[in-house]
C-alpha cells in the first residue's frame, strides 16, 4: 500500500489523468517550488504550459474549449499537482472556479470571449468575494454598483485576490441592491478597465508562488453587459461556485501532505540512528500508519463529496463542506507531523518540507474557514428542527 491509496474505483482514463498530472507536476513543479517559494515567482510559463494540457479549464464544456471533466476528475488533477507544488496548484484551483462560473453563468458571448483565453491560460481569472470589512460574512460586502443607464459604476476594496495584477478577468461580487444576499450581483471585470488598480503583493507565510493583492475599484464603469447571470443572483453564483473550490483547496491538501508523507518515508530509510535505520523503529512506523490512514480517509470524503456535486445531490454543499474541514485539518496536521519526522532538516527551507507546512496552513482558511465549514454542516444537520 502506497501514500497514493484511494478507495474510488477509477476508470483507464482517470488513471492516466493522474499520471499525466504526476508526471508534469515532477517536471515542472517540483523541481522548483522552493526557489519560486524564497523568489516570490509567479511562474507563469509553467502555468501555459499547463493549459496545454488542459487544466486551464478543467470543468468548462468543450465547445468554449475546456476539458469538459467533473469534480472527481478535478479532485485528482488537484492532488496531483499540489504533491509538485501547492502554492501553484492552489491557484490554479481558484483560477479553474473563476471559469466554471463564466461557463455557467455566462452568455453566449462571454463564453466566446473569455473561455477560450482562460482555458489556455493565457489569460488568468481572479475571485473578489472578501473585503477588508468582510470575511466569514461575505453577505455584508459593501462594494458597490450603481447603474447609471446601460452601465455600472463599482466602488469599492477587494481582499487577499489570488492572482491580482496579473489576472486578466476579475469575477467581482458587488451590491446592485439593499443589504443581505439578494442585493448582490456579480460583474466581469478586465485588468485595464479604467478605475481599476491594486494594492501592493502581501507579505504571506506561505502561497508565496502566486501573488496575492487588493483589488481597489474606484468608479469602474461597465458596460450592462459585464454582468454575469442576473442582477441579484451574485451571491448564489459564488457560493456555488465556492462548492467546486473547497473541493480544489481540499484536494491541494491532500497532495502537499502526500508529498509530505512519502519525503518522510524516504528520509527515515536513508537515516540511521542507534544502531539501525529510523524507519525500522515501530514507533516511527506508528506514526506513518497514522498518517496514511488519516490521508486515506480525508481523499475518501473528497471524493464522495465530488461525487455528489457531479450528480448535484442536495447534499452536495453539507459534503462539501464536510470534505474541506476535513482535508484541509488532516493535510496540514500530517504535514506538520512529517517536518518533526525531518527532526531538524525539516526546519530547513532546502528541504521543502517546511514550505508545504506553510502553504497548506492557509487552507484551512481560504474558501471559507474551517469554522464557517462547520457552520454549513450543522446548518444541514439541525434544519429539521427549525
Known sequence: MSAMTTSTPLTEDQRALVETTLDFAQDHLAPHAVRWDRDKHFPLDV??????????????????????????????????????????????SIHNMVAWMIDTYGDEEQRARRLPRLCSLEDLGSYCLTEPGAGSDAAALTTRADRDGDHYVLTGVKQ?????????????????????????????????????????????????????????LDGVRLPAGRLLGRAGDGFRIAMRGLNGGRLGIAACSLGG??????????????????GGRLLDAQALQFRLADMATELAAARALVHQAAQALDRADPQ???????????????????????????????????????????????????????????????????????
Open 47 to 92: 502555468l501555459r504550459k499547463a493549459g496545454g494540457l488542459g487544466l486551464g479549464g478543467v470543468y468548462v464544456r468543450e465547445d468554449a474549449g475546456g476539458s469538459g471533466l467533473g469534480r472527481l476528475d478535478g479532485a485528482l488533477i488537484f492532488e496531483a499537482l499540489a504533491s509538485g507544488c501547492p502554492s501553484v496548484a492552489g491557484y490554479l
Open 160 to 216: 487577499f485576490i489570488s492572482g491580482a495584477g496579473v489576472s486578466q478577468v476579475y469575477v467581482v461580487m458587488a451590491r446592485t441592491g439593499g443589504t443581505g444576499p439578494g442585493g448582490i450581483s456579480a460583474f466581469l471585470v478586465d485588468r485595464d478597465d479604467p478605475g481599476l488598480s491594486f494594492g501592493p503583493d502581501e507579505r504571506k507565510m506561505g502561497w508565496n508562488a502566486q501573488p496575492t493583492r487588493q483589488v481597489v
Open 257 to 274: 501532505a502526500r508529498s509530505a508523507l512519502n519525503r518522510s518515508l524516504s528520509h527515515l530509510a536513508d537515516r540511521e540512528a542507534f
Open 316 to 386: 452536495a454543499p453539507q459534503l462539501c463542506a464536510m470534505a474541506k474541514r476535513f482535508a484541509t485539518d488532516t493535510g496540514y496536521s500530517v504535514a506538520d507531523r512529517a517536518l518533526q519526522l525531518h527532526g531538524g532538516y525539516g526546519y530547513l527551507h532546502e528541504y521543502g518540507i517546511e514550505k508545504i507546512v506553510r502553504d497548506l496552513r492557509v487552507h484551512q482558511i481560504l474558501e471559507g474557514t474551517n469554522e464557517i465549514m462547520r457552520v454549513i454542516v450543522a446548518r444541514g444537520l439541525t434544519e429539521v428542527f427549525r
